[in-house]
C-alpha cells in the first residue's frame, strides 16, 4: 500500500501536502528481514504500468526483497491508508482507501505456488483474509500449499476492525491457527476477536489451546511482551526507554526480528531480545519499514549505550 501521512502535527484536513512511504503488514516483516541479511520474497499484486506500482516494487526490491512474484495484472489501483499523527489525549488516526486495488481481486490460481513450496517459512497476516473473498482463498491456499510442503507457518493476528468483525476473524482463524508454528497477536486483539483477557500468562494458556503447536508470542504495548514456547513463559530480558519519531510498523518489526533470529538458530528467549529490540528501533525511524542493519541490531543487543558511534 502507498502511506500519505499529514505533517505532524497537522491534521489532514489541514494538509497542503502529503508524506508518501510504501508499506503494509507483510511487506514490512519481508522488508525488515531482508535488511537483516535472509532471502525474502514477496506475493502480491500492483496494477501494471502504474507509476505507484512502479515504486511499491523498487522500494521492496531496494531493500532486497523479491520481487519477482508481484503480479501486474492490467486495471486496478493500488490501496491507500492515510496517516494523522496526534498527541494525547487525541488519537493517531488512520483512514484507508482500498476499494478495488489490485491486490483485492488477486485470486489464488494466479500466484506461483512454487515459491512457497520452497520456503523456509511462510508469513501471513489477518489483514489479508478480510480484504475480501479473493485474498481470502490466497491465504487458505496458502495455508493449504505450505502443509503439504512441511513449511512452517508464522502468522499475525492484526485485527482490522474496519475490514471484519470480531466474529468473522474468528471464524477464520479458527481454520489456520491449528497448523500454525508462529502466532503474533496484541492484547486488544486477544481480547476483542478472542474474548481472552487478564494477566498474560492467562491470555497466552487461552490461545494455546487454539493454536496448540505455535510458539504464541503476545505483545502488550508499554507492558512489554511475552512468549509461550511448550510449556515455558519467556519474557524479554531487556526493555528500552524508546523515544518514539513512528510507531507504524513497530508489531511487524517485532515478528521481523524474533523469525530473523529463530531462523538463524537463536533460542526462544534470545529471538525475543532480538525482537524487542528491532521494535524498538522501529519506532525512531520514519515510515513503516524497520530501517535497520544486523550491524545495528547485534550493537544494540550486546549494549545499551546509545553514545555517538564514531
Known sequence: MLRL?????????????????????EANVAAAMARLGLRTAFVSAFPAQHVWGDRAVRELA???????RVLRPAGGRMGLYFLEYAEAPRPVRVTYDRRDS?????????????????????????????????????????????????VPVSFDVNYR?????PAQARAFLAEALPALAYLFVGADDAATVFGLKG?????????????????????????????????????????YRVTVVDRVGAGDAFAAGFLWATLGGQPVGAALDAATAL???KCTVWGDVALVSRAELEELLATDSTEIRR
Do not use: N
Open 5 to 25: 501521512s499529514a505533517p505532524a502535527p497537522q491534521r489532514l484536513e489541514q494538509a497542503v501536502a502529503l508524506d508518501v512511504q510504501v508499506g503494509g503488514s
Open 62 to 68: 531496494g531493500h532486497g526483497v523479491d520481487c519477482s
Open 102 to 150: 489490485a491486490f483485492s481481486q488477486l485470486q489464488p490460481e494466479a500466484v506461483d505456488w512454487s515459491i512457497v513450496r520452497q520456503a523456509r517459512l511462510v508469513h501471513l497476516s489477518g489483514i489479508t483474509p478480510a480484504l475480501g473473498a479473493g485474498p481470502m482463498g490466497v491465504v487458505r491456499r496458502a495455508l493449504a500449499e505450505a502443509a503439504a510442503a512441511g
Open 161 to 165: 476492525s474496519r475490514l471484519w468483525t
Open 199 to 239: 494477566a498474560p500468562d492467562d491470555v497466552l494458556r487461552g490461545l494455546r489451546a487454539l493454536a496448540p503447536r505455535a510458539a504464541i508470542l503476545l505483545t502488550l504495548g508499554e507492558e512489554g511482551s511475552a512468549v509461550l514456547a511448550g510449556d515455558t513463559v519467556h519474557r524479554p530480558s531487556r526493555r
Open 279 to 281: 521494535a524498538a528501533l
